[in-house]
């Protein structure tokens, strides 16, 4: 085991408090969606968290405005670098180009260039590396050293979590208790941080994380206690195809959260159909796992006032026609 529990000093609600006030101006307060169809289809009452509509499109921006505030003059001096293809990486440029932090962006070769033109985009240094033959990890702390750069992980990190925290937070404030809410999980971050929120503000909800079928490694550390490694998933969700939890996100997890729910890809394509033809809101693959668990729980939810956080929207356009077409 490579690190010893009694070190691990969790974050509390107090910590997505601060966060909260460190954000604020600067990240979207985004809208709450209701559906009377999706109410009447349910027989529930659904509140949908947007934040596709958040700053770069997803709810990195909090967790990643939230740590980089944090760190001291010297290291915003000297820099940040961070390894990502997706909206950690976007995260992570937006919110070092506002608070005036060099930031370097570790991304695969074969990364989308619109991805890579969007965090150039926001003023950051992009190295790319291959993934086939680099181990991006040690390129990052190799970089990290040669340059005094401090290294932003994704997910596992109080900071980045308190941050993430901060969505939940203003759903609760802006509807009040809620019986369930479903949490879209990748590295656990955005979940942990809204878990501590829902048992602050709603302890009686019930707190569902939801992964993809093909990559359950969550669930798989939740049911046996020990956080389980695989394979990097073959999933449409690109958002959650990690292989591990983290030390932290397990540890809130296993605390606050009540289970750990799977769907399929097919899934994921019908539920962003609806979003598009019914609630006219483009989600990304990754921000449709939470409502397609909660579809496989309807009966159970009959009756109830449900939360469902939409993570993110980047999806390419053409990505996109593609699977309202599939
Ligand atoms: C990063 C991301 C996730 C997963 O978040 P974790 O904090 O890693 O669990 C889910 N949805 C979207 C859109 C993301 O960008």
Redesign the pocket.
Known sequence: MGYIMSELTLPTYQDVEAAAQRIAGFAHKTPVMTSTTVNNEFGAEFFFKC??FQRM????FR?ALNALSQLSPEQKKAGVIAFSS???AQ?IALAAQILNIPATILMPIDSPEVKVAATQGYGAKVIRFDRYTQDREQLCRELAEQNGLTIIP??DHVD??AG?GTAAKELFEEVGELDALF???????????CALAARALSPNCKVY?V?PEAGNDAQQSFRSGKIVHIATPKTI?D??Q?QH?GHY?FELIKQNVDDILTVTDAQLVDRMKFYAERMKIIV?P??C?SFAAALNMKEQLRGQRVGIII????VDIKRFAELMLA
């Not at 499109?57 to 990195?60: D, I, Q, S, V, W």
């Not at 590295?187 to 941080?193: A, E």
């Open positions: 934040e596709n499109g997803a709810f990195k967790g997706g909206n950690h995260g994704p997910y980045i979590i993430q949490v879209c999980l990748g590295g656990g971050g955005l979940l942990s941080g994380g992964e969700a958002g959650a990690t939890i996100t990304e990754t921000g796992l993570s993110g929207g980047n």
